[in-house]
């Protein structure tokens, strides 16, 4: 196999992208914004809107797309510098043995999505149709089935799926706008709204963020393919304005309109209960074949420095990932949604932390190290610091937690960087 297709194979998981496999501006826009064109947008859209009037929606929603944007956008930009995966991108924090425990976490955290996606999903289709004659579980391994069969192509299936899960989404999302406008009382209802029951800023921006904050830290994968930094500021900004922002102030107006929180229901209220449902399909599916490959990438950094490396190909290990996935879904991971998505919010969010951090203000990259006791340090306390926010309702605990990695690895690196860094090279 000549080196090219052997790179395609394994979608340049070890070196960088490049010149030439790079993408245009709208297949790096589609396929960016695919990732979070998710029926969870549609619903934290919902929730929001139904807690606060339009006016804090509205400005709640910018704020937290904001951050999220901003996250894209620095380790988009590292990736594209680089070419590099966000598991390999990850040594520079962590060094090259550390970083595949942020690995194995990357992993665990698409496996569940996808697992609980599945387990979601099966359910809807359960209760939407009566005549529907398999089990939950049966039903969530088929629709895993689905999203496997783009993942495992790659960056090409990402995008054809992409291409027709994006403009799906934006019918859907456009048609809930109008069907609002259309019913009873119109827009002019949106705007005089007063929840019964308020949802504070921290909240709904916890909720936001936490709900994004991971897909915004895999990005990496799909930006390193971007040819310039106009094109992948341009495409962050559109794909997360579009797939973040634009789903989300769809869901809140239609739950505004509704008084119902949960998008699918408040959709059926407004005529658009079968549009909705198929339109959800795609928006599931542009989303999970994304984890499916990110995890695939984050697996083949695991397997760097044994003898498997180089030779297990992409989609055999996007095969297994989706696998144990269907296996978590069958065994009903929804039952565990709280505690297992509480605890990722608390560890993922100060990894691109520490990547900025190292980027912008340490820059004393750790790839060839093995590990770094810095940042696994500086990991654990910005989780200590986020678990602390979260339990005790303090501000944003993912910002909490980005910034408080930032602060840590920071000031950690000043005193102790270089007298580390030293000793290592001397040995």
Known sequence: MSEKNNSNALENAFNSVPDSERKSLLSLTVVLA?????????????????????????????VGNAILIAIVLATGYMAFKTGLSTSFLSRRVFGKKGSTIFSLLLAFSSVTWISLNGDIFARLIDSTFSWWPLPISITAILCIALWTQSAIRGYKGLEFISYLGVPAALVMSIAGVIAVGKASGGYADIFTYVPATSLSFTAATASIIGGWVFGATITPDVCRFAKSTRDLVIAGIVAFTIGCFGLQFAGALVGIKTGNGDFTAAMTSLGLGVLAFFAAIFCLWTTQDNNIYGASLAIQNVLDDTSLKGKVKH???????????????????????VPITQTLSV???PVPGLLIAEEAFVRNSKENMKVNPIAMVSWLLAGIASYIALKTDMFVPPIVGIISSVIFYVILSKIFDAKHVAKVSNN
């Open 315 to 337: 989609k055999h290990i996007a095969l297994a990932i989706a696998g144990l996935a269907a296996i978590f879904a069958a065994l009903g991971i929804f039952n565990y949604l």
């Open 347 to 349: 560890l993922i969010p």
């Open 34 to 62: 695919g990732y979070p064109i998710a029926l969870s947008n549609f619903v934290i859209g919902g929730a929001v809107g139904v807690g606060m009037t339009f006016s804090k929606a509205t400005t709640t929603l910018l």
